[in-house]
């Protein structure tokens, strides 16, 4: 079945930077577009970066365009999400997200918190 294990989260101050994985398996990853989300406390869930399955097209949320890169490694089916910059307002729990046969299917997500 399709699983999606996302890692790489933790408390890091203002300013500093992060990298997330989220490891997939279960279907043909090379296949599929992947994207990342996040839902901070009292939000609902948005979408952070999305690549296409070959890696070759990327969009962003306006709100972390510059500071975050989303990015693939195929032959280990891996999605990766390079935080820099990051804020207090970047605090939530991050999913990842892929979409196959009309269906949703989610990571467990990963918890970032952005404080002094």
């Known amino acids: 079945q399709v699983q999606l294990v996302e890692s790489g989260g933790g408390l890091v101050q203002p300013g500093g930077s992060l990298r997330l994985s989220c490891v997939a398996s279960?279907?043909?990853?090379?296949?599929?577009?992947m994207s990342w989300y996040r839902q901070g406390p009292g939000k609902e869930r948005e979408l952070v970066a999305a690549?296409?399955?070959?890696?070759?097209?990327?969009n962003y949320a306006a709100s972390v365009k510059g500071r975050f890169a989303i990015s693939r490694d195929n032959g280990k089916n891996a999605v990766y999400l390079q935080m820099n910059s990051l804020k207090p307002e970047d605090t939530a729990v991050y999913y990842c997200?892929?979409?196959?046969?009309?269906?949703?299917?989610w990571g467990q997500g990963t918890q970032v918190t952005v404080s002094s």
């Open positions: 997200k892929t979409r196959r046969n009309g269906y949703d299917y």
């Open positions: 690549i296409s399955s070959v890696g070759g097209s990327t």
């Open positions: 279960g279907f043909t990853f090379s296949s599929y577009a």
